[in-house]
Every structure is written in C-alpha cells, then in structure tokens.
C-alpha cells in the first residue's frame, strides 16, 4: 500500500508562486538536455512543461506525462482535461509535461519524482517501461500509467477500460439485432492483448446472446488507413454481414462510409458519426478519462493504490470505465434497441459483470477469420 510522502509545509502565495516558475524552468531544462546533441532541435520539438496551481496545499500534487500535444483535440487532450478536472474538484497543485519523446521521458519521470510529485501519471503505454525504473528509485511515490500492460509492484499501477466489458456488449447486442444471422469485426494489432480481450470477448458475446450467429473478423495492417478499413467492410459485407462494428483510429470512417452507403448497422466514436449516419448508427462508446483521474487521485490521497492492473468498467460505477451514447435520452439507437431489449441487456450483460468483472481471452478466440 503506498502512502503520500512528504512533509506538508504552509506557503504564501508569492512563494508558491516563485516555487511552481522553479519548478516549470527546472523540468523544461531538463527535458531539452536529453535532445541538446540535435542541431536540429527546437523549442516546440521538446518536451514542454506548465503547472498548475490549486487551492490545495496537499501533500498529493500529481504530475501528468503527455507524448502529443495538451490541445490535439484527441487522446493527450483527454488527459490534459482530465488533470484540469482532479484541478477543480480535488483543489490540488497539478503539473504536465506535453509532447515528451520516447528519449526524454525517462528523466522527466524522474525530474518530477525527485521534486516530490505524487503520483506521476504516464498517459499511455509508452511510458510503462521507464516508470517501473523510476518507481524502483522512489518507493514512496505512486505511479500511474494509462493504458499501461502489466504495471509493477509495488508502486506502478496500470489502469485502463475493460475491453471485455465493452467488447462483450457490442457482440451480445450485434447477435440480438443481426437480421442475416452473420456480423463482422474490423481491428488491428492482432495478438495484442488488448485485442484479444476485446475481440475475443466481443465473439463470446455474441454467442451467448445467439449461438447461431455466425462471427467474422478482419485484422487489417493499418488501423488508420480508411481505404483498407473500407475494403474489409465491403468484403464483410459481401459475406452477408448486416452489423459491421470496429475498433480502429482514422480508418472507422470507410467502415462508417460502407455502413451508410448499404444500411448496415455499426459503431460510432462521436456525435458527428451519429449526425452523419443516424440510422446505420447503434451507438458511440465515450471514454472519459476525467472522473478515472479524479478517482486515482482521491485514492493516492487515502493511500489505497500499489502496483499492477486496474481496470474501470460497469463495476465502478463511481468512475464508469466507457458509457454507451446515442442521444440524450437513449444510450442506443432507440429505432432499432428497444427498451425491453435494453432491460435484457442490463440484466444478462451489466450485472454480469458488476457480480465478476474480470475476464481473460486469448489469441485464438480473437483470431481472425469466421467462427
């Protein structure tokens, strides 16, 4: 169990104020001397820093790591806002570091560990590696990465939506609605666990729901390339399938693109899908990392985090791991989910996993191909 460090210490505004200019000069520094050999370098290639100042003087001040920009209006922007938001619920001093390359994060983990961060929050994978090396050197400080793999003991905590929960509802309601009996799958990254939680149980889902249905699944190479995505959603659909779901980055759009144009149905990742193709539509998933951080950082405060995994779902409902959207009244398409439908879901699905939330699935489950 790891408990907040430090000796809590009374300052006034202007040296707060002259502390958090130290500290900001200090980490920029830092990260700019792992890439100072670059001629080539500048100011904008390096690792940026800016802090925050809450209203708080708790000992708990968390530090976030962001590999992209803090306004890139996708995933770094999603841990920026939700730092801002441990900001002003928690009344905390919080940090960032933004567009941290793989070469200086190793010293900025430990930059921020040595000035008494707490936690050091990795917003990604990426950062999985070098936080178990700096969470050897500093014990007493709680790391905290997302979208992490395995995390460490005892102080490196891997958190992360549970793709069974997810997966498993998308292939449970595709079997319900299938009219031809056969639905598809398009992702990428096979083998990875990740997938093979989400596809595997997406598949298991789905047989569950209708033990007839026929399963099919498309890997393709690029997960942001739209025109390969739009060919297996066009092979998919020449199969017979009449619900087409996804898990891909840029590419969706020739899912959703084939969808519209044949009136299958499928998946969505926001409400400009949903405004595109209301009808193809089922619903769109949102991953919302603010009330995930508020969380972690309240449990940091009340010394209840170690190491290893962690994964939000249907079972905490305090920090729901994802929340199906379609409009603001129906979580799905209510043209084509009805309410009884939805009950049923609730039961068979959703209290399922509230009662046991943990599930493992493996590269033959999720592999690709019609099963």
């Not at 047989?207 to 099919?216: G, I, L, M, Q, Y």
Request: aromatic share 10%; net charge negative; glycine share 10%.
């Amino acid at each position: 169990m790891i408990l907040p460090v430090g000796k809590e210490r009374e300052e006034g505004s202007m040296k707060k104020r002259i502390l958090a200019l130290v500290m900001a000069v200090g980490m920029t520094v830092g990260l700019l001397a792992g890439c100072g050999g670059n001629s080539g370098s500048s100011d904008k290639e390096a690792a940026q820093t800016a802090t925050e100042e809450g209203k708080s003087d708790s000992e708990v001040k968390p530090a976030l790591l962001l590999s992209g920009s803090a306004n890139d209006h996708s995933w770094n922007q999603f841990g920026y806002e939700a730092l801002m938001k441990v900001k002003e619920e928690l009344g905390v001093e919080v940090t960032y570091s933004e567009n941290v390359t793989t070469v200086d994060q190793l010293q900025a983990i430990r930059d921020y560990a040595s000035k008494g961060y707490n936690p050091i929050i990795g917003h990604g994978g990426a950062f999985e590696d070098d936080m178990i090396k700096v969470g050897e050197e500093f014990p007493d400080t709680q790391f905290i990465v997302v979208a992490g793999g395995t995390g460490a003991e005892p102080n490196v905590l891997s958190v992360d939506n549970a793709p069974w929960q997810y997966g498993y509802s998308y292939g449970w309601m595709a079997a319900k609605i299938t009219k031809s009996n056969k639905i598809g799958f398009i992702t990428g990254m096979e083998g990875v666990s990740t997938m093979n939680n989400l596809v595997g149980s997406w598949r298991d889902g789905a047989k569950s729901a209708n033990p007839d249905v026929e399963t099919s699944v498309v890997y393709i190479s690029d997960m942001g390339d739209v025109a390969k995505a739009r060919e297996a959603a066009l092979s998919l659909k020449a199969a017979g399938c009449d619900v087409i779901m996804h898990e891909l980055n840029a590419g969706m759009q020739g899912v959703i693109d084939v969808c519209k144009e044949n009136n299958i149905y499928t998946l969505g990742r926001s409400e400009s899908d949903k405004e595109y193709a209301p009808d193809q539509l089922l619903t769109y998933t949102e991953f919302d990392w603010a009330p995930k951080y508020v969380d972690l950082v309240k449990k940091t405060m009340d010394g209840e985090l170690s190491g290893g995994t962690y994964f939000y779902g249907f079972h905490t409902p305090e920090a729901p791991g994802f929340v199906f959207h379609y409009d603001e009244e129906h979580s799905w398409n209510p043209e084509v989910v009805s309410d009884e439908l939805l009950e049923e879901f609730k039961t068979e699905v959703e209290e399922m996993f509230v009662e046991s939330p943990d599930r493992t699935y493996t590269a033959e489950d999720a592999a690709g191909g019609t099963k």
